[in-house]
């Protein structure tokens, strides 16, 4: 049996830690926060010009620190009407300091005129992993929907109350949390985050054990 290994997450969120962990509850895999491995605060500045080299930037920036694995994440929306903006940007879409209001305001400022059946998009996000080896790998995940009119529902955050998913005819902010993390881009891309381990994991065993 293979011990334990050390999975290190990019965040000191406890309510993404608390997610990775029920997902990972079933793996021999012990999931901590940069708090809790001891790492402090690390500065890294997002300037790659897609979701990839951000999350793989602000995980080879953990990943000097310790010998663990190492995950982190970026997200962003991409509107088609919009040539995929706000996109790696979506944080700070209407500038540095904005607020989830001000990014909201600007997206339907932008959409102004356009019909519900033109305002697709979807919402993507990117897990970069760093093993132990310092190897880099990828997984990611999406979720396809339409950019509604006004906001709608007190459950999400970001753009969430504008972002109405294909299928059900609600805003993620309507769906509520149950709902959300089964079938939102993080969720998908947790569980393909998953699927990688387990076989980064059974492909160590299977040298372990000389068969190949």
Do not use: W
Not at 34 to 40: F, I, R, S, Y
Not at 133 to 154: A, H, N, Y
Request: charged fraction near 35%; proline fraction near 2%.
């Amino acid at each position: 049996m293979m011990s334990e290994k050390i999975l290190v997450v990019s965040t000191d969120n406890n309510h993404k830690i608390s997610e990775i962990q029920d997902i990972m509850k079933d793996m021999p895999i012990r999931v901590l926060s940069k708090k809790e491995a001891g790492l402090g605060h690390i500065e890294v500045i997002e300037d790659g010009s897609t979701l990839e080299e951000n999350a793989i930037k602000k995980a080879l920036e953990l990943a000097k620190k310790t010998d663990a694995i190492v995950i982190a994440d970026d997200t962003g929306l991409f509107v088609d009407k919009l040539h995929g903006e706000p996109g790696v940007y979506s944080s700070r879409y209407s500038g540095e300091s904005a607020t989830y209001s001000d990014n909201n305001i600007k997206l339907l400022k932008e959409l102004g005129g356009i019909p519900l059946e033109e305002r697709t998009a979807k919402f993507k996000t990117v897990i970069a992993i760093v093993l132990e080896d310092k190897s880099i790998r990828t997984v990611c995940g999406e979720c396809i929907g339409r950019i509604g009119f006004e906001l709608r529902g007190e459950n999400g955050f970001g753009y969430d109350p504008l972002f109405i998913v294909d299928g059900y005819d609600k805003t993620f902010a309507e769906l509520g949390d149950e709902v959300k993390n089964k079938i939102s881009h993080r969720a998908k891309a947790l569980f393909n985050l998953k699927e990688e381990l387990k076989n980064i994991i059974e492909d160590e065993e299977n040298e372990g054990s000389g068969n190949k």
